[in-house]
């Protein structure tokens, strides 16, 4: 219990995750839902779009504590009705500390 109302709190392990997120993300507003979801979740880092001909890719590094990036990613499967996610990779990082907040370099 008191590992679950710590990780909700958002006081858990510390965490930075690079994720690219590949399919039908660039039209139906999907970058909105990656930003609002990264900053209701606490989050720290930077997002980038690809709109490539086939699929768009959505690069990101995001900094919080482990708990939320999961969370966050579990919100990155849902989105928008338009949005069809293929495929989301992830590379666990150590924490820097190093973003201020989220930003999305369109």
């Not at 999907?30 to 930003?35: L, S, T």
């Not at 900053?39 to 768009?56: D, F, Q, T, V």
């Amino acid at each position: 219990m008191r590992r679950f109302l710590s990780n909700l709190m958002g006081v858990g392990p510390r965490a930075r995750a690079y994720i690219r997120i590949r399919g039908r993300v660039y039209e139906g507003g999907y970058h909105f839902h990656v930003e609002s979801r990264a900053r209701c979740r606490a989050l720290k880092g930077w997002m980038r779009i690809h709109n490539l001909p086939i699929e768009s890719v959505i690069e990101m590094e995001v900094e919080g504590t482990r708990y939320r990036i999961e969370r966050f990613l579990e919100d990155l499967q849902k989105g928008p009705g338009a949005a069809k996610v293929y495929k989301a990779d992830v590379q666990w990082k150590t924490d820097k500390n190093e973003f201020r907040d989220f930003r999305s370099h369109l």
